[in-house]
């Protein structure tokens, strides 16, 4: 679905500029969406706006997604989804290669501003990433959405049935009973880290007969061939549901927060104070149980994220 313009010269001009800063024009959005419930915004005509995102699946369905709304408001999109790496999204966000893509509390809060206890609620976290971006990168935030990409445990929907195990104490104080099933598969990192398996196994005080170490991506199969009872897992991935499995809530909260929002330079909110209203309905609109669905139908259906996107802005009556 990506497309570049080099067939036209003002693209051809652009793409030597952004791609001589490490980046790769898409394309225009591939898409003629007609206004739905995002109505034309006057201010917003014709206004060149470039949306980025990272290069994992959720992200990149996202900003096709304010790609999309911001088209049906009037705006000039610039499709630069699909960055390589969180830090190099950033720096282009930052350096004003990109005017508008969606971060993460936790990501933003541990990752680009240093701090390494995370905050357990999800809007004090976001108020907290919010003030400190602003302060220290003149980057500000829009409302956050109720999709939060964290970590947690993971099991069969089988198992989790068969067990009546919905939440990391139940899954507690099942193995405290049952330690033989203490089987465990985390990533190599993940396994050592205190913001980790040592910190979530202090915090709950369940036991651990076996942990395995596997690659990342590699512990969802893991999970449902039965190698492991428990998998640590992406609370959105869309494997949860392509292989039945169940995630167990983290109702302790140790896991670091990582609600998705929309974010962008102060000044071009200044500039065009409208985004907010046509872009934060639709971070409202989500949640995780709709994103494990929609990276589903990339990851394990082999749809295209942009087409996903746009069925569901479609769906929800936003744009037509």
Not at 14 to 35: E, F, I, M, Q
Not at 177 to 188: G, S
């Amino acid at each position: 679905m990506k497309h570049r313009l080099t067939a036209i010269l003002g693209a051809v001009l652009l793409t030597t500029s952004l791609t001589a800063c490490g980046l790769d024009v898409n394309a225009a959005l591939p898409y003629d969406v007609k206004p739905g419930s995002i109505r034309p915004v006057p201010s917003l005509d014709g206004v060149n706006v470039a949306v980025g995102s990272k290069d994992f699946t959720e992200n990149i369905i996202l900003g096709y997604m304010a790609e999309l709304a911001l088209s049906a408001a009037g705006a000039h999109v610039t499709d630069l989804t699909n960055i390589s790496g969180s830090n190099s999204a950033r720096q282009a966000l930052i350096n004003g290669q990109i005017d508008v893509s969606w971060e993460y509390t936790g990501t933003a809060w541990i990752s680009y501003q240093g701090n390494t206890q995370p905050i357990p609620d999800e809007k004090a976290q976001f108020d907290a990433a919010k003030k400190a971006d602003e302060e220290k990168f003149g980057i500000t935030w829009l409302d956050y959405s109720p999709v939060n990409d964290t970590y947690a445990f993971a099991t069969t929907e089988a198992y989790a049935r068969q067990h009546n195990l919905r939440s990391t104490s139940d899954l507690t104080e099942f193995l405290k009973q049952h330690p033989e099933q203490a089987v465990f598969c985390v990533e190599t990192e993940f396994a050592s880290r205190q913001d980790g398996f040592p910190g979530v196994q202090r915090t709950y005080g369940f036991p651990a007969t076996n942990v395995k170490t596997f690659g990342t991506g590699a512990i969802y199969a893991a999970v449902a061939s039965g190698t492991c009872n428990f998998g640590e897992i992406f609370t959105t991935d869309g494997r949860i549901a392509g292989l039945n499995l169940r995630v167990l809530a983290d109702d302790k909260r140790f896991f670091p927060q990582y609600n998705a929002a929309v974010t962008m330079k102060e000044e071009f909110l200044a500039a065009h104070p409208a985004v907010r209203e046509v872009l934060e309905p639709v971070a409202k609109a989500l949640d995780n149980q709709q994103m494990i669905e929609l990276c589903k139908q990339v990851d394990v259906d082999g749809r295209d994220p942009g087409e996903v996107a746009r069925d569901w802005m479609v769906s929800k009556g936003f744009v037509r």
